[in-house]
């Protein structure tokens, strides 16, 4: 069973930088795509981004696409989103995914979860 962790969430201000990592455990990220979903209280699981099983591929979220970059380091069993020009509604609880078996914009289509970690961008 694979383990995910999330860390590096916290308050910034609006136009601030954040790295939210995910470290994984009991299984190996190099065998997953892996992605980053954020939800508010009352809405679903907003797909974030998606790195690939080669991860030479990534594909991001409509809202976030030239702001935020997932990357992976397989050594390190852990994948990053890196968070750039922070805005008041990227504010959310963001979560780590792992082994998508469909659709990677899906949430519910992933196996494995973490525990999400919490982002607040003040304005």
């Known amino acids: 069973q694979v383990q995910l962790v999330e860390s590096g969430g916290g308050l910034v201000q609006a136009g601030g930088s954040l790295r939210l990592s995910c470290a994984a455990s009991?299984?190996?990220?190099?065998?997953?795509?892996m992605g980053w979903f954020r939800q508010t209280p009352g809405k679903e699981h907003e797909f974030v981004a998606v790195s690939t099983w080669s991860s030479a591929t990534t594909y991001y979220g409509d809202s976030v696409k030239g702001r935020f970059t997932i990357a992976r380091d397989n050594a390190k069993n852990t994948i990053y989103l890196q968070m750039n020009s922070l805005k008041p509604e990227d504010t959310a609880v963001y979560y780590c995914?792992?082994?998508?078996?469909?659709?990677?914009?899906?949430?519910?289509?992933?196996?494995?979860w973490g525990q999400g970690t919490q982002v607040t961008v003040s304005s």
């Open positions: 009991g299984g190996t990220i190099s065998n997953y795509a």
């Open positions: 995914a792992g082994d998508v078996q469909g659709n990677w914009r899906s949430s519910s289509d992933y196996n494995y």
